[in-house]
Each structure stands twice: as structure tokens, then as C-alpha cells.
């Protein structure tokens, strides 16, 4: 997957802000015509324990089961 982005903006402690213009991904990774992050393998960086860590699995629904911890 390649994000084309805009540079918005550049802060003081090094965060860099943009504007996605442009979404490219390879078919292999497309189903039912969205993007299936569970087929790309991202990884992410911990640095706290200095390991890199897999991402894609859904662990829960977006605000349906935030409300249920109230």
C-alpha cells in the first residue's frame, strides 16, 4: 500500500501532519472491494520493549463496544 500525502505541517517536536491525495494498493490485498488490512501484514514499532509488534486483527466494534464500558 503507498499513501501520496501533502505535507501540512512540520512541529517544533518533530511530528509531521498531512493531507492524504492518493490511496495505491496492490489487488491481492482487496476484498469485497475495501482494503483487507488482515492479509497485509502491518507491524508496528514498540519501543518500549523494543519489539515489533503484527497489527490487523479486530479485537472489537468502534464506539458499539466503547458505550458497553460505561
Known sequence: MCLECTLIKQTEEGNIIGQIEKISVDEMYITENSIDVEKM???????????????????????ADGVKLK
Not at 41 to 63: M, Q, T
Open 41 to 63: 501484514g502491518f507491524i508496528s514499532f514498540d519501543p518500549i520493549h523494543n519489539v515489533y509488534r503484527e497489527l490487523g486483527a479486530v479485537v472489537g466494534k468502534a464506539f
